[in-house]
C-alpha cells in the first residue's frame, strides 16, 4: 500500500513543514464526543486550519511531525486515509433519518459500508457516495461505487469518478436489499482488487475491460 508522508496517515503540506491529518468519521456522522475532543485538540496544539473536506471528514492543517502522535491519542479517533491505496471514505446523504425525501437509509447502511470495507488493500483510492433517493446527494454516480436509494430497494452502480477523467459510473443491479447489495459490492470489489492494475481507479479499469466483462464476473 503506498504510504502517507508521516504517522498515522499524515500528508506532508507544500510548505515541506507542517503535516495534516483527517480522523476518521464514518459516513461523516462526528458524535458528540469527538467533535470536543477535536475542538479540544485544535486549542492545545494551536492547529491553525480545520476543513471540512469534500469527504465529508475534518481535516487538522498545520502541525509538525512530533504533534500527530499525541493529538491522535488525544482524539481517540482512528486514522483516516488519504494517500494510501484503499478506501478512503463513504459520503451518505441524511437519507430516511431525517429527510423528506428519502426513500432509504442512507445514513446507517452508509455508516456499514464503510466499516465492511475500511482497511482492504486496493489497486488504487476508493471512493463511495450512498444517497437515500434519487436525488443523488451523495454524488453516488461519480464514485468509485455508488449507491442509490429507491422505493424498491438499491441500485448499485461502479466505476465512477468525479475528478480529472469525469466518468458516470454504470449501473450493475437495481431493486437488491441491503444484503444483496453488500454481496455485489464485495464482488465487485474483489473482482477490482484482483485484475486492474496498480493505481488504476475503477473508471478506468471499467473503460479498459468493459463493462459487459465486469457484469459477467460479479452479476
Ligand atoms: S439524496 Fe435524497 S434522501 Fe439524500 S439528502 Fe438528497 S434528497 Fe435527501
Not at 36 to 42: E, L, N, R, W
Not at 45 to 53: C, F, L, M, R, W
Not at 164 to 169: G, L, N, S, T
Not at 201 to 215: C, N, P, S
Request: proline share 4%; aromatic share 6%.
Amino acid at each position: 500500500m503506498s504510504q502517507a508522508d508521516g504517522p498515522k496517515g499524515a500528508i506532508l503540506q507544500r510548505d515541506k513543514k507542517t503535516y495534516a491529518i483527517v480522523p476518521r468519521i464514518p459516513a461523516g456522522v462526528i458524535k458528540r464526543e469527538d467533535l470536543k475532543a477535536i475542538s479540544d485538540v485544535v486549542d492545545k496544539y494551536d492547529i491553525p486550519i480545520v476543513k471540512i473536506t469534500s469527504g465529508h471528514r475534518l481535516a487538522l492543517v498545520g502541525m509538525t511531525e512530533e504533534q500527530i502522535l499525541p493529538i491522535y491519542e488525544d482524539l481517540g479517533m482512528d486514522e483516516g486515509k488519504a494517500v494510501e491505496l484503499c478506501l478512503h471514505y463513504v459520503q451518505a446523504c441524511p437519507g430516511t433519518d431525517v429527510c423528506k425525501f428519502g426513500v432509504q437509509n442512507s445514513l446507517g447502511f452508509g455508516i456499514e459500508i464503510e466499516g465492511i470495507f475500511t482497511g482492504i488493500e486496493l489497486p488504487a483510492k476508493f471512493k463511495v457516495g450512498v444517497s437515500g433517493c434519487p436525488f443523488l446527494c451523495a454524488e453516488s454516480l461519480v464514485r468509485d461505487l455508488g449507491l442509490i436509494g429507491k422505493k424498491k430497494g438499491w441500485t448499485l452502480v461502479f466505476g465512477g469518478n468525479s475528478g480529472r477523467q469525469v466518468r458516470k459510473a454504470d449501473i450493475l443491479a437495481e431493486d437488491l436489499n441491503e444484503e444483496e447489495t453488500i454481496a455485489l459490492a464485495r464482488k465487485c470489489i474483489e473482482y477490482y482488487a484482483a485484475n486492474a492494475k496498480k493505481k488504476e481507479r475503477t473508471g478506468a479499469f471499467v473503460e479498459r475491460i468493459g463493462i459487459d466483462e465486469l457484469k459477467k464476473a460479479v452479476l
